[in-house]
């Protein structure tokens, strides 16, 4: 197969900085999108895989899947993508089509394997696959997403992941207007989920342990400000809730939350993929209440999303890097430095 090469940046080993890389993309397939990147988001995720805190890293791992970009060009089964168009990719560049949930939309689980972007077994050129810390991605038009034209396209790479992760689980269990809605913690993720659940008109309220949150909170759409450390705020809102989502990346003790639900009210995880603190099986029997996950969200749910963060103009809170600060992001994101999300400016890369 014919290839090109292009530059991006990869970590090594688990120990190494990202550094200048040269990768090979595959030629069109008939069925592909050849897309310019020109913003990437910087998710934790692209952390934890390039420092191997899942233990399934392969190097050299080049992060990235909040891709913003322009088609180049498109294969001669295309029709729904032209030369120009602004579009993004995602968690995901391929399933099987075939399984049940690829067949139910919910390429996220399909049972034979998705492709993530990176580092997931690259079915056409061997190896893994590389992300958008790069100058291009090739990629099967099933999952190239358009991206409205109105919204900023720097501010909607994060979108991609952190705004798919938490619009899905608020439009599977229905959230709607009037409805109570608690977002536990505030990250790149919850910032997010404030924004989507201010959107969708529900009273949404921050849950946090640190008061010096509450005026970002408001300002991005919080009705109040719950201070989960605060008993005599916990007793006030318990048994309250209509919805909670619980955006805490590590294990945490859950049973405080717990006691905010309403009868038959659904808290969902979409951070803490580890083991978690043990939970009181009273809380959740005393009330039929229900605590779920949720993985991002399939192509077609994501293109919903980002067809209403066009209508109702919601967009990331970003700060936008070069290529070359990325080690030194790395180090901010740890420490949770950083409002909310970082997007690399990609001309930074294609000038280097």
């Known amino acids: 197969m014919i290839m090109t090469e292009i530059k991006a940046y990869a970590a090594a080993s688990k120990e190494d900085d990202l550094k200048p890389y040269k990768l090979e993309r595959r030629?069109?397939?008939?069925?592909?999108?050849?897309?310019?990147?020109?913003?990437?988001?910087?998710?934790h995720s692209d952390l934890h895989q390039v420092r191997n805190d899942w233990k399934n890293s392969v190097y050299p791992v080049v992060p990235g899947h909040e891709i913003i970009g322009?088609?180049?060009?498109?294969?001669?089964?295309?029709?729904?993508?032209?030369?120009?168009?602004?579009v993004g990719v995602g968690c995901l560049v391929d399933s099987c089509q075939e399984c049940s949930s690829c067949k139910d939309d919910l390429e996220q689980f399909c049972e034979n394997g998705a492709t993530f972007t990176y580092n997931s077994p690259d079915k056409h050129l061997g190896g893994h696959t590389f992300g958008g810390y790069s100058e291009a991605v090739v990629v099967d038009k099933k999952f190239v997403l358009k991206v409205p034209e109105n919204i900023d396209a720097k501010a909607a790479a994060p979108l991609l992941c952190a705004g798919i992760t938490t619009w899905s689980p608020l439009a599977n269990w229905g959230v709607k207007k009037g409805d109570k809605v608690g977002v536990i913690g505030l990250g790149g993720l919850g910032h997010m989920g404030i924004k989507f659940a201010h959107a969708l008109e529900a009273h949404t309220v921050m849950i946090t342990t640190s008061p010096d949150k509450s005026e970002d909170a408001k300002s991005l759409g919080a009705d109040e400000v719950l201070i989960s450390k605060d008993e005599d705020q916990m007793k006030k809102h318990a048994g309250s809730f209509d919805f909670l989502l619980n955006t805490i990346p590590v294990g945490h003790?859950?049973?405080?939350?717990?006691?905010?639900?309403?009868?038959?009210?659904?808290?969902?995880?979409?951070?803490?993929?580890?083991?978690?603190?043990?939970?009181?099986?009273?809380?959740?029997?005393?009330?039929?209440k229900r605590i779920a996950g949720s993985l991002i969200g399939g192509i077609k749910e994501t293109q919903e999303m980002l067809d209403f963060c066009g209508e109702h103009n919601v967009v990331a809170d970003i700060e936008m890097i070069n290529i070359q600060d990325i080690n030194e992001a790395y180090d901010r994101l740890q420490k949770s430095d950083v409002k909310y999300r970082f997007v690399i400016d990609m001309k930074s890369l294609k000038e280097s």
Do not use: Q, W
């Not at 069109?28 to 310019?36: E, Q, S």
């Not at 009868?263 to 043990?278: F, Y």
């Open 27 to 43: 030629e069109l397939t008939p069925d592909d999108v050849k897309i310019d990147i020109l913003y990437c988001g910087v998710c």
């Open 70 to 86: 322009k088609v180049m060009s498109v294969g001669d089964h295309v029709e729904n993508f032209k030369e120009g168009d602004l």
């Open 253 to 288: 003790d859950m049973n405080p939350y717990v006691g905010l639900l309403k009868r038959d009210a659904t808290m969902v995880l979409v951070g803490a993929i580890e083991p978690l603190e043990p939970l009181h099986g009273g809380g959740i029997v005393m009330g039929r």
